[in-house]
């Protein structure tokens, strides 16, 4: 694969045990035993982690820095909502974790529903959902790179706004990366103007063709003034020695979900977001599309993520993977469960096929 594709697995951040046929042992979600994962992402050759959000979840930002002060190279993929920051705060932790961390932070917007009236928000459909979200992340590019920033928006406004510490530039790179999510017409315009990096979930190759293809000529029609959008794929994928292997296992585990036996949690058993129903239509195509795509988690609990499963050897897994991205995808977001045990079967096994 390409120099600059990166890879980087999942820190799931979450108080429930148990996920898509994972069991999980006594303090799964202990400082220590995150802190292994990320020691052992950067012991077996990967960037960092997504980093996951949600109300009811500890979190996200104070669990990343305390994974950034023991380790060395992790780099957190912070997953955040506008609704629960203001911008000019989170402008402000973000730059004092990346400084102190020597230039780690990566930062995921997330505009999905949440249970906003718990920690006291509030927003109206999705037009606004996602217009209030472009002027934070606007707001937030613009504290980082200037002084003095004024700025008065239909949802958020600072007046002579310095943020401190000062963003140090590290080569090319000004801020931390902007991640971003989403499937409907109103988060692609967001994605093709504010984002770095647009994330798609596991679809089939021409799904994800056609999505780049569409993101590409929304920039230009809406005039994008950053640097051009890049392309992510968050996925599953289940890794064994043999393709045999790989299926058996992925097999059992489908059946142990259909039996609602696969961990006490289920991911989007009210699937809104059109990214996720997409997702889901998907096993009305087949049970498995491509060559390995593994539809059939869908029907059983899985969600976002965890909806579909690349499954094979490391060479079959590796041969779909460089098929995105030849498609364009260079940031690449992989798990499977259990999550230290495939960090580091992933990492040897995985890898190094895909940096040859």
């Known amino acids: 694969m390409s120099s600059s594709s990166e ?21 799964h979600n202990s ?7 990320a020691r052992a992402l950067e012991e077996h050759g990967w960037r960092g982690a997504l980093v ?12 990343s820095t305390a994974l950034v002060a023991r380790t060395t190279t992790f780099e957190p993929l912070i997953a955040i909502r506008p609704g629960y920051w203001r911008p000019a705060n989170f402008a402000s932790a973000a730059a004092t974790l990346d400084h102190l961390s020597g230039g780690r932070v990566r930062v995921n917007i997330v505009s999905g529903q949440d249970n906003l009236a718990a ?5 109206g459909d999705q037009a606004h959902r996602y217009a209030r979200t472009k002027e ?9 790179t200037e002084e003095n920033v004024t700025f008065e928006g239909e949802h958020f406004r600072v007046a002579g ?23 409907s017409e109103a988060a692609e315009q967001v994605a093709a103007t504010e984002a770095d990096v647009q994330l798609f979930w596991g679809e089939p190759l021409d799904g994800v063709r056609e999505r780049i293809e569409r993101l590409k000529a929304l920039s ?22 043999t393709t045999q292997q790989a299926w058996a296992d992925a097999e059992a ?63 079959d897994v590796a041969r779909s993977l460089r098929k995105y991205e030849d498609l364009g995808i260079t940031h690449f977001v992989l798990s499977d469960t259990p999550y230290l045990a495939e960090i580091r079967r992933q990492g040897d096994q995985l890898l190094p096929l895909l940096r040859r």
Do not use: C
């Not at 400082?31 to 994962?37: F, G, H, K, P, R």
């Not at 920690?119 to 927003?123: A, K, L, M």
């Not at 931390?176 to 499937?183: D, E, K, Q, S």
């Not at 230009?220 to 064994?240: K, N």
């Open 7 to 27: 890879f980087l697995w999942y820190i799931p951040n979450d108080v429930k045990a148990g996920h898509r046929g994972d069991s999980s042992g006594e303090n």
């Open 31 to 37: 400082l220590d035993m995150l802190t292994a994962q």
């Open 52 to 63: 996951g959000t949600g109300w009811g979840r500890p979190d996200t930002f104070t669990v």
């Open 119 to 123: 920690y006291g928000d509030s927003e």
């Open 136 to 144: 934070f992340m606007r707001l937030v590019r613009r504290l980082w």
């Open 161 to 183: 706004s310095t943020i401190e510490p000062r963003l140090q530039p590290l080569g090319d790179r000004k801020h931390p990366r902007l991640y971003f999510g989403g499937a």
């Open 220 to 241: 230009r029609q809406l005039d994008r003034d950053l640097p051009p959008l890049e392309f992510g794929l968050r996925i599953t994928t289940l890794v064994r020695d």
């Open 253 to 315: 585990k489908v059946a142990e979900m259909a039996r609602g036996k696969a961990g006490n949690w289920n991911d989007h058993g009210k699937p809104v977001a059109v990214g996720q129903r997409r997702l889901l239509a998907l096993h009305e195509r087949g049970d498995v599309l491509d060559d390995n795509l593994y539809t059939a988690p869908g029907k059983f609990g899985g969600g976002g993520a965890g909806t579909t499963w690349l499954v094979g050897s490391a060479e």
